[in-house]
């Protein structure tokens, strides 16, 4: 098998790895697969996204590549990936390396194929750029540790949000030693672009399971980001004939995380909007809102807090509202520091004006 299609397959299969919420494929002529539009190092770049080899010895259930699948086995050589990411930087702007694999052999095995590509990168082609290194579970220390001396960022897939609904997935990977320990290893490590982590959201679990796993991750793994995927049924795989899991759910819990990181939400508060352990089916923040308002806000009064917790009203604002020393006496002066009013108005009051009655609360 000729490099070319090589880079067909492997590029292709690298697509069930996320390297960004809405990370989107560039259209290139050379009908090569595996490249990306994603942000990287606070900006957005082409991203080359492969697999090293297609061959697992695993049995993800969810996975084309796990073992006894009926795809075209493809496996690159250290120096076949090198020249060709060389090239593809040189030739297609391409600026970033995000690589990952099976476990072709054993994890170690693997990885030991995969350091050995980078080395020739980050070496003989003199590439300096972004790489996210992906670790497979059971990956011995000393190879995560090589590997962290030549990547940007690193990640390990988590997949699910705890222990029992990753056994109903997969046979080989023990939740806590094979994965957990390994994020453990790699937060100590330092690394420039951090770790980030991706998790399959489908019926097992409740977006409340997937929350608490999230704040917990973000409180002791030191992770930048989480990635979530909404099951994809894979054909020829045994989950194939699964229902898809909902891109809309998978969109909410991007909503939740970004206002627990950027906004301050705390995750006990989401549970009031929610049932069953499931998010409603609308913009978190506005159902946070309608379920804990009792009355509209006063906005020359309130503080950054519960101005943020506003519809329509984000951070910038809510600060260029309490730094304001004059009071805000109409909509439009609300409208001008950026409030989305339309979203605001039943929440709040400007002058002793408000949009509802306390009986529409
Ligand atoms: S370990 Fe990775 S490549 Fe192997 S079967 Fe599981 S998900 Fe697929």
Redesign the pocket.
Known sequence: MDVLEKARILGDAGR?DSCGPRACEVNVRSGLGGIYYAKAEHRTCRIYKT?MD?N?????K??????GGTKTKASYQPEELAKLFDYLHKHLSVEGLFLS???AGDPDKATERMIAAVQLLRGKYQFSGYVHFKV??GTSYELIKQASELATRMSI?I?APNKAVLAEL?S??DYKIDILRRQAWISRLNLAGGQTTQLIVNDLATDKDILNMMDWEYQHMNLRRIYFSAFKPVKGTPLEHEAPGSVLRQNRLYNVDFLLRVYGYHLEEFELAMEDGMLPGRDPKLALAQATFDAPVDINEAPYDELIRIPGIGPRTARKIVEREAKITTFEQLQKLGGWVKRAKPFIEIGGKRQTMLSQF
């Open positions: 069930y697999i297609n697992c010895s695993f049995d993800c969810y996975c084309p590549n796990a073992r694999s099976s476990v497979l579970p897939n997949e997969a080989c990977k």
